[in-house]
């Protein structure tokens, strides 16, 4: 928890709910201990996608499709979204996801590691969700970039870790020092690159929002 738990608390008590069916994969996903971005993410993706109006959307890390499926709420008409998943399970459970909420026609699943799969795509997005293997950020970083249209916004979810990020790489646990390390670099990488202006946001477990010059 990045922020006071009772401001959190009570930011999250204001939020007004969604459809039915994203409501119901939300809680699933919950009980199913499938990460998912929390409310004030939504929340944060949901106005910036109505200031942005980002008809072509990359999402790295589709998980269960909920994501995806809320995006898809707020995104113009005539967008759509092209996702990618590597882990099995979570693919056929998206695929699902996506029917049972009526987006299939708006939303592509690319199955695969998602490095391999940025390498094949090309156009421009005019925004990129990161939300995959937080290690691998800094290996898709220069893909993702490339990938951004001039003006299009990067917005990477996690970055900061429960507040781990702040600590010595010796103060965290020995299995997580690889995953703190490449963040901290992956941080450190996306506020020096001249191509994009960037702010991290204490929201949620971090956000790092990065719009290409």
Do not use: C
Not at 115 to 126: A, E, H, N
Not at 156 to 162: G, I, K, M, P, R
Not at 198 to 210: E, F
Request: glycine content about 6%; cysteine-free.
């Amino acid at each position: 928890m990045i922020a006071d738990e009772r401001i959190v608390t009570y930011i999250r008590s204001l939020e007004l709910p969604e459809s039915d069916i994203i409501e119901k994969i939300e809680q699933e996903a919950l009980e199913s201990y499938v990460p998912i971005i929390r409310k004030e993410t939504q929340s944060f993706l949901k106005v910036l996608l109505t200031i942005k109006k980002p008809l072509r959307i990359l999402e790295i890390g589709a998980a269960v499709g909920f994501s995806a499926i809320l995006m898809s709420e707020y995104m113009p008409e005539g967008g759509h979204i092209t996702t990618i998943e590597n882990y099995e399970k979570r693919i056929s459970a998206a695929l699902e996801n996506f029917k049972r909420a009526g987006r299939e026609g708006m939303i592509t699943l690319l199955e695969g590691d998602a490095l391999k799969v940025m390498k094949t795509l090309d156009g421009f997005y005019d925004l990129i969700f990161m939300d995959a293997a937080k290690g691998q950020y800094i290996q898709y970083m220069p893909e993702a970039v490339r990938l951004l249209s001039a003006g299009g916004v990067l917005v990477s979810d996690n970055v900061l870790q429960d507040g781990d990020i702040i600590q010595s790489r010796y103060a965290v646990e020995r299995r997580n020092r690889t995953i703190h390390s490449r963040m901290r670099e992956y941080l450190y990488e996306l506020k020096h690159d001249e191509r994009l202006q960037t702010s991290i946001l204490p929201l949620g477990d971090g956000i790092a929002l990065s719009v290409k010059k």
